[in-house]
């Protein structure tokens, strides 16, 4: 992928800079800081470089330095992988912010593959060098934190036990005909039945509330068989040709390749098909632990918040806490709906770990209330705890606690929070994740949070008082 760490100037570049090019000052900012920090380049060279066995010879590919760029202007834009692409190829000052110069810019499926090498463990680590420069600078002190769970969703369409049967049925009848297709031979048994479970998927979803209570059994029986006799067909086939290879190199890969996708979605289609005779032929409860809500991302969790407008998401739940200054200091992605009174302890952990202190005020909404936490803050060294107590009733002190200007006004503070939350959705494509897996997912939240940091970092840096702070 990267053997080098930057790139040759050549004499256009030199010529540029001699002409004076200049960033707008908050890309500027960003790239100074950037600059001054070699070990963020370094954690990303350390995923390039992974895997490969002479990472110092080959063609070179994009610099380490110009991944991480590329991907803070991406999160910071908001763009797609082709829209990156053409904005830095038509313009010299993203060009200068990037590194690449004059020289040619590589595709967009480039950029797909050198940010699909990198891991959600080398931008958490990216994040937290970032965070810790922040305070090396005076920037920020953690004194005071806030903390919200939002929910990111993913790239799904809203499921029900006919959809995902159909899904089942059209991606195992496609497997099968391209594996027929390079096998050369015929599929004993297959029948590509995708129209008849997507009449029967149709009128499912056709059916009124009075209808579905006499008529939706048969239809689900008769979309439950389609399934099954389509997944027997597709493991009676991977049985069958185990060992039989394809005319050449490139068909061997392929026929490979085919397995072990049919393989994984007929594992999948048999969660689907139990899921789907258990609650709807045997009336039985399933738990949303053990349920699947899309078989090309299993990994969706369903989300129930208590709201209004959504009272049902799916995606995953997001633990964001930030600081005064708006630099978000800690993210998580959580598995299921945990409730969030259990990560007020975590989150005074990591506060320490990273400034090595409590804050002298603690904000969060009523979620995280529970007496256990409001001890566990007191005995941190937490100065003002700002959570509000949720149901049952106050007792006298509790009340005129709430009503103290300290408590109101770090209420207010934790306000903030929510903002900081729509920004990252509408400025930063936080809202919805439209990567494939688990592991892109949290890379998305990283990327995000790293553009949100550094754009923060960046504003402070480039105000006047800061200018007039480093002159001096």
């Known amino acids: 992928m990267s053997r080098a760490a930057t790139s040759q100037l050549s004499f256009a570049d030199w010529e540029l800079m001699r002409q004076g090019l200049e960033l707008e000052p908050m890309l500027q900012a960003i790239s100074d800081l950037l600059d001054d920090h070699e070990g963020l380049v370094a954690k990303i060279r350390g995923d390039l470089r992974r895997?490969?066995?002479?990472?110092?010879t080959g063609r070179n590919g994009l610099a380490p330095q110009e991944v991480l760029r590329s991907l803070v202007l991406m999160r910071v834009k908001n763009w797609d992988y082709r829209e990156l692409r053409e904005r830095i190829a038509d313009g010299y000052t993203l060009r200068q912010f990037t590194k690449f110069g004059c020289r040619p810019v590589p595709k967009h499926n480039a950029f797909h593959r050198a940010f699909t090498r990198l891991t959600p463990a080398t931008l958490q680590a990216v994040n937290q060098l970032v965070v810790k420069a922040a305070v090396d600078l005076g920037l920020e002190d953690g004194s005071k934190l806030r903390v919200d769970t939002t929910v990111v969703q993913t790239d799904i369409h809203y499921p029900t036990d006919g959809t995902l049967l159909w899904d089942a049925v059209r991606v195992l009848s496609r497997s099968l005909g391209r594996f027929g297709e390079l096998l050369e031979r015929r599929i004993d048994g297959f029948r590509n039945?995708?129209?008849?479970?997507?009449?029967?998927?149709?009128?499912?979803?056709?059916?009124?509330?009075?209808?579905?209570?006499?008529?939706?059994?048969?239809k689900y029986r008769e979309l439950i068989a389609i399934a099954e006799q389509l997944v027997a067909c597709a493991r009676a086939a991977l049985a069958k040709f185990r060992n039989t290879h394809g005319k050449?190199?490139?068909?061997?890969?392929?026929?490979?390749?085919?397995?072990?996708?049919?393989?994984?979605?007929?594992?999948?289609?048999?969660?689907?098909?139990?899921?789907?005779?258990?609650?709807?032929?045997?009336?039985?409860?399933v738990p949303n632990a053990e349920k699947i809500y899309s078989i090309f991302e299993p990994h969706t969790d369903l989300i129930k918040r208590g709201k209004v407008q959504t009272p049902v998401e799916f995606g995953h739940k997001v633990l964001l806490a930030e600081s005064a200054r708006g630099l978000i200091t800690q993210y998580q992605v959580l598995g299921g709906n945990p409730p969030d009174e259990q990560h007020v302890g975590r989150s005074l952990e990591r506060h320490k770990k990273t400034f090595g202190?409590?804050?002298?005020?603690?904000?969060?909404?009523?979620?995280?209330?529970?007496?256990?936490?409001?001890?566990?803050?007191?005995?941190?060294?937490v100065e003002v705890v700002c959570i509000p107590q949720s149901g049952g009733k106050k007792v006298p002190e509790r009340e005129a606690y709430e009503k103290t200007p300290a408590f109101k006004q770090g209420q207010r503070f934790r306000a903030g929070i929510e903002g900081r939350i729509s920004v990252l959705f509408r400025g930063r494509g936080m809202k919805r994740c439209l990567a494939e897996g688990i592991e892109r997912f949290e890379m998305l939240i990283g990327a995000a949070v790293l553009a949100n940091n550094l754009m923060n970092i960046a504003s402070w840096l480039s105000s006047p008082a800061a200018r007039r702070r480093r002159a001096a």
Not at 270 to 284: F, I, N, S, W, Y
Not at 359 to 369: E, H, Q, T
């Open 51 to 56: 895997g490969l066995k002479n990472p110092d």
């Open 193 to 218: 039945r995708t129209r008849a479970a997507r009449r029967r998927m149709q009128a499912l979803q056709r059916m009124s509330a009075t209808q579905r209570l006499r008529q939706q059994t048969a």
């Open 248 to 285: 050449d190199l490139h068909s061997d890969l392929a026929i490979a390749a085919l397995r072990d996708e049919i393989g994984h979605y007929c594992g999948l289609a048999d969660r689907v098909v139990d899921q789907a005779r258990r609650r709807v032929l045997e009336g039985e409860q």
């Open 357 to 381: 202190r409590a804050p002298g005020l603690y904000g969060a909404d009523r979620g995280f209330y529970s007496e256990r936490n409001l001890t566990l803050c007191q005995r941190s060294g």
